[in-house]
Nanobody, 120 residues
Framework: QVQLVESGGGLVQAGGSLRLSCAAS????????AGWYRQAPGKQRELVAS???????NYADSVKGRFTISRDNAKNTVYLQMNSLKPEDTAVYYC??????????????WGQGTQVTVSS
């Protein structure tokens, strides 16, 4: 069964740091593009950061200079390092990835979500 498993969320004080991980498992060959999204209560899900297969990155203006997305191809894992966290970063964070499957085609997957809460 192919799945994305997220970890690393939690409660942190403003100014603190967290690192989220998103590990792809199952019958996959590799991760193509991947991204982290977040959804705060009463708001739409928004793209926070994305990374291509060649490790080109893109960030939402609200997190530029504070968040860093990276990938470890050997581990089929994508990370989101979050520094200088603010209360407005509080949300459920979701990993999304387009995976190259061993069956010979690509498919999009979502993680289950991990809660990040930043206290003031």
């Amino acid at each position: 069964q192919v799945q994305l498993v997220e970890s690393g969320g939690g409660l942190v004080q403003a100014g603190g740091s967290l690192r989220l991980s998103c590990a792809a498992s199952g019958s996959i060959f590799s991760i193509n593009v991947a991204g982290w999204y977040r959804q705060a209560p009463g708001k739409q899900r928004e793209l926070v950061a994305s990374i291509t297969s060649s490790s080109s990155t893109n960030y939402a203006d609200s997190v530029k200079g504070r968040f860093t997305i990276s990938r470890d191809n050997a581990k089929n894992t994508v990370y989101l390092q979050m520094n200088s966290l603010k209360p407005e970063d509080t949300a459920v964070y979701y990993c999304h990835a387009r995976l190259f499957l061993l069956r010979g085609y690509e498919h999009d997957y979502w993680g289950q979500g991990t809660q990040v809460t930043v206290s003031s």
